[in-house]
């Protein structure tokens, strides 16, 4: 296992992640720990797509390019997470588990997965 697939799987057995990915801007998938029935291409084009319309946003507002986007949805939150390295994390939270303590891990272990990226 790759250390990006070790931090991947580390993040995915968390009670409140249901899976995770790492994108490219260009809208590849780099690696994933998603549900088999999950459309991988689409969740990576469409993540790669939304960040640079929020980056255009956040240049009309000029609040600079977002670090951290939070899309929650009926079935759960989706996380956005730009790394410096020109990829995404995207997590997608489960319905029901603590998406503040999610987003606090996040921040904190960011660096590491910086890293393997």
Do not use: K, W, Y
Request: charged share 20%; glycine share 10%.
């Amino acid at each position: 296992m790759t250390p990006l697939a070790a931090v991947l799987a580390a993040l995915v057995d968390r009670p409140e992640v249901a899976g995770v990915a790492v994108v490219s801007d260009e809208g590849l998938i780099i690696e994933a720990q998603l549900d088999p029935a999950a459309d991988r291409d689409a969740i990576a084009a469409l993540a790669a797509t939304a960040l640079r319309g929020l980056d255009a946003l956040g240049e009309a507002t000029g609040r600079g390019a977002p670090r951290q986007v939070v899309l929650e949805s009926a079935g759960g939150a989706t996380i956005l997470h730009r790394l410096p390295t020109g990829a995404t994390l995207v997590v997608l939270a489960t319905i029901d588990g603590s998406l503040g303590q999610l987003l606090h891990e996040l921040r904190r272990h960011a660096p590491a997965l910086i890293e393997v990226v």
